[in-house]
């Protein structure tokens, strides 16, 4: 992304690392990196090598990008490094909830393959200008050649301040990781569609309140979190120590169910990032 080093890539890659970043050059050329910042609610994240004189790749305008043009996307699928795959823009201004984010970002939709191993990989145009960070596929065995890349101009204000201040200014959280419940899932199990707990940070104010893994918050401050809904719109104007009201759902292995109410105040999301800018 620069010549000084900073590289674009994907907050959950960064995260899978469980023993260091190493970046490998083009000319075969080692070095350790170290996590400026990331940003988990767009899935991106800036890296850093201590490098010179890089040739850097230049950013396009995502803007201008029109359906059946023709994109090139580099990746390492499978371990195989710069692996370079060809296909056309499918579709622009997608707005997509990627798998590893909270917000509903506008993405270019591709058919160049896209495989796990690409994503934090580059999108280019024929100029060899940057135009989307790809990100994910849609896999399923009714479809073939959906891809989606996050568009490079939605991307820069996030980029540009993690390189700033290692996080995202203003971005609050609940304190949960979670995954989306839809009308079809719930109709299926006889549950209610909105947000699954998975886990519950302790070190947030949630953690005092009744909620449990399993259970699904279906409204947030009135507002309902079934559907395609961008989590994080719903928190839009809200600061860290704000108190927010939610609907919870919980349904027991007995079949009991029952639906409650809980209080918290929302933190502040500085991406997970410690003092020394390093992951935790």
Avoid at 126 to 131: K, T
Avoid at 253 to 274: P, R, T, Y
Wanted: hydrophobic share 40%.
């Amino acid at each position: 992304m620069s010549a000084d080093g900073y590289i674009v890539t994907n907050a959950h890659v960064v995260n899978a690392a469980e023993s260091g970043i190493k970046v490998v050059l083009s000319d075969n050329s080692e070095y350790e990196a170290k996590v400026v910042g990331q940003d988990p609610a767009t899935d991106i994240a800036v890296i850093k090598i201590q490098a010179q004189g890089l040739q850097a790749a230049e950013f396009g305008d995502s803007t201008q990008v029109n359906a059946g043009e023709e994109v090139v996307a580099i990746g390492s699928p499978a371990g195989y490094y710069g692996t370079v795959t060809k296909g056309i823009v499918s579709g622009v201004n997608r707005r997509i909830r990627l798998e590893n984010s909270s917000i509903i970002m506008n993405c270019i939709q591709i058919d160049a393959a896209i495989n796990p191993g690409n994503s934090g990989g580059a999108l280019f145009n024929m100029w060899g200008q940057v135009i989307g960070i790809t990100s994910s596929k849609l896999a399923s065995s009714d479809y073939e050649g959906i891809g989606f890349a996050v568009s490079i101009d939605e991307a820069k204000p996030v980029i540009e301040e993690l390189m700033e201040k290692g996080y995202v200014a203003g971005r609050v959280k609940i304190g949960v990781t979670y995954y989306a419940v839809s009308d079809t899932t719930a109709e299926i199990y006889g549950i209610k569609p909105g947000i699954c707990i998975v886990s519950i940070n302790p070190d947030c104010d949630v953690a005092n309140t009744d909620l449990a893994e399993g259970d699904i918050i279906t409204e947030i401050d009135g507002k309902s979190t079934a559907g395609e809904v961008d989590i994080a719109s719903l928190f839009s104007g809200k600061q860290a120590g704000d108190e927010v009201v939610c609907k919870v759902y919980r349904k027991t292995d007995s079949g009991d169910e029952k639906e409650f109410e809980i209080k918290f105040k929302l933190m502040a999301d500085n991406g997970g990032l410690v003092a020394d800018s390093q992951a935790e």
